[in-house]
């Protein structure tokens, strides 16, 4: 089955709006995991406006004093800066179980795009290799409409990430087939060299049924903004519980 991991950044914005502890982000990282989530994700930015260094700590203590998956995203080329020691630091620290490259600029106001495995390739090889030596499992971010996803694998990659913030926008606008069969497809050129699926951005209880229905074998999919804004309404409780109900539906 498709694993849920819940992305809990949102939930450190709210917190970091006005200072202190409130929202609490372990304990709503406590709360996910309790109603079904398989693990928690996190993508600290190194301008820290959400997720901080002290956050990763705890939440990997966590993950693994209850025996689920951390899943740490980030550029692997951004470098270390006050309140960021960076990727490969964080990732030295606290042992994720999977590390998530993600090729952000630090403008970037969220993930828009994958890595293009042609031009970063030589890159991306030695990051990758540091990485799982540390006894992570990498997952690289990918579009599902760049040519080259295969070459993930040959870099050391065991999963790919497919950015579906395209298929959220298709779904959207009511032009789902088209973006199923593209996304698909990616999909299956990926597992036909090895490589894992996960899924994510922008997936929502609304959208992550006909995903999960109409690509093969997701592995994992991690999701916050939506979710995070859904339990608003619902309860985070609540709301995870309906995305395990949605994942276990759809298999
Ligand atoms: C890689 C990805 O799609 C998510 O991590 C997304 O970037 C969430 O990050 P923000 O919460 O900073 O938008
Ligand atoms: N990797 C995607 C992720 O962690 C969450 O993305 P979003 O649901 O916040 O868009």
Redesign the pocket.
Known sequence: MTALSV?V??IA?LRNSRGGGEPDVLRAARTCLDAGAHGI?V?P?PDA??IRDYDVFALAELAHARGVEFNI?GNPFAPPRPGYPGLFELCRRTSPAQA?L?P?GDDQ???DHGFDFERDAERLRPRIAELRELGCRVSV?ADADRDGIERAAELGAQRV?L?T?PYAEAFAAGRTDDALALFAGAARRAQAVGLGVNA??DLSQANLGAFLRGVPQVLEV?I??ALISEALYAGLDATVRAYVEVIAKAR
Do not use: I
């Open positions: 992305n950044n949102k914005v994700t993508h930015r406006r959400h995203e998530t993600v952000d106001l969220t993930s971010f990430e950015y913030g994510g951005h991690s916050g903004h």
